[in-house]
């Protein structure tokens, strides 16, 4: 019999373990007993020859000699050395067949599935390698599109103490592709608080991995939740856009919000000097000029030309500018309308004025006149708390704000509240460019 210790393994596996078989040394008192692992001769010698090819990758030689290590071996060590054999002549034998490419590599990576689970189920496998095993095993499943093995694979591989940079995403990545959104979000919050923790700021790619799949999912209060977290470490102005266009403006979700409420998000653009182009500028102010608000559509078709998004070359935009020029003159001043709207019965008038003056940037006036026309009632409460938060944000006046984005309980209108309700958390000034 042979002897030797673990430590003597120190040829690391792709995967993580080692095989080195040592040779005893010849002056080796025959009363001292044994430091580690004891292999037969019967064992040591196919062993020996397993792992000389297999460091000169020699396949052709290295074949037959795991083959003849596996059939002489008999005790727990002897298996646990000849399934470590077994799993390295598979590797490398897969690394040969991609000749270097990491696609075909996962195509045909699912002959690894038998000798990593052998190790996995081995009592002589170190902790720290079965964490490694049960972490590869879950990237296999995952690259089979099994997704729900993936999943609880890899969330054994983090109970075992697997540290892997990569291993949180693909358990996040496995949920989400199985169907669970929530829980991969949640374990992506989790990541994303360790991080924040210990000082680190998480990746932006993190917060773009989850937000897209939230709203796939319609899961739109949480859509909301992530993108103000998002914001909170990357307020970017482009990041705004990027955020708010995916909410209000593109996929069947564009279908299911009216013309007012994308106004109130495309205020919220404005706000943040995050409208970008002449797409952006015109279809504003073509909502606001059909919804009777000339004045602050010539004022978004005058900001797009003055910064240079934008040019009034084509007609429609033309015709666009000229129509709201028109409007402005015929409608008159929004004061010759206030004392009418005052004096009426319901609130209605009121609040087409509130909205007149927060279109011309009297957002003082505007929240006299919203709270008039919630004094007398109005058929869309909502609507209006929103747009006197949006007053009060426009005049810095935080509390307020709060308070009236507060009172929006109605979906989508508290959603869109939300969004305000983010910008004022970051100071309620327009985001860097």
Do not use: C
């Amino acid at each position: 019999m042979t002897t030797f210790s673990k430590a003597a393994f120190a040829a690391a596996l792709m995967i993580g373990a080692s095989t080195v078989i040592a040779v005893a040394p010849a002056e080796a008192k025959k009363e001292q007993p044994p430091k580690g692992p004891v292999l037969s001769a019967e064992f040591r010698k196919p062993a020996l020859e397993a792992q000389t090819a297999l460091k000169a990758k020699d396949m052709a030689a290295a074949e037959p000699a795991v083959i003849a290590a596996e059939a002489a071996a008999k005790s727990d060590d002897e298996i646990y050395f000849a399934q470590i054999f077994r799993l390295q002549l598979e590797n490398d034998r897969l690394q040969g067949a991609a000749k270097g490419d990491p696609a075909a590599y996962r195509r045909m990576e699912s002959v690894l599935i038998k000798p990593l689970n052998a190790l996995v189920a081995n009592a002589k496998t170190e902790p720290r390698d079965r964490a490694r095993y049960t972490f590869r095993l879950g990237l296999i499943e995952y690259d089979q599109k099994h997704y729900a093995e993936a999943a609880a694979l890899l969330q054994k591989a983090r109970d075992l103490g697997e540290t892997d940079p990569d291993l949180q995403l693909s358990l996040v990545k496995a949920r989400i592709e199985g169907g669970d959104v929530l829980g991969g979000a949640g374990d992506m919050q989790k990541a994303i608080d360790a991080e924040i923790a210990a000082g680190r700021k998480p990746p932006e790619t993190w917060y773009d991995y989850i937000i897209p799949r939230l709203a796939q999912a319609d899961r739109f209060d949480d859509f909301i939740t992530w993108s103000q977290n998002k914001l909170k470490q990357y307020p970017s102005a482009k990041n705004w856009r990027t955020l708010i266009i995916y909410y209000g403006f593109s996929g069947k979700r564009s279908d299911t919000l009216d013309k007012q409420q994308k106004i109130d998000l495309f205020r919220l653009l404005r706000a943040n000097n995050a409208l970008a182009d002449l797409a952006d500028y015109s279809q504003y102010a073509l909502y606001l000029n059909s919804s009777g608000l000339p004045v602050e559509a010539k004022a978004v078709l005058d900001e797009g030309t003055k910064s240079g998004k934008m040019a009034l070359t084509r007609d429609d935009d033309k015709a666009l500018y000229a129509a709201a020029t028109s409007a402005i003159k015929l409608d008159g001043p929004v004061s010759a309308r206030e004392a009418k709207a005052k004096a009426a019965a319901t609130g209605v008038s009121a609040a087409a004025a509130g909205d007149a003056y927060l279109g011309d940037g009297n957002y003082a006036k505007a929240v006299e006149l919203y709270k008039v026309a919630l004094g007398k009632g109005v058929t869309k409460p909502d609507e209006v708390n929103t747009r006197l938060g949006i007053a009060y944000a426009l005049l810095h006046d935080m509390d307020n704000a709060r308070a009236a984005f507060a009172l929006v309980k109605s979906k989508p209108r508290d959603q869109i509240a939300a969004f305000w309700l983010g910008w004022l958390d970051l100071g309620g000034t327009p985001a860097a460019s």
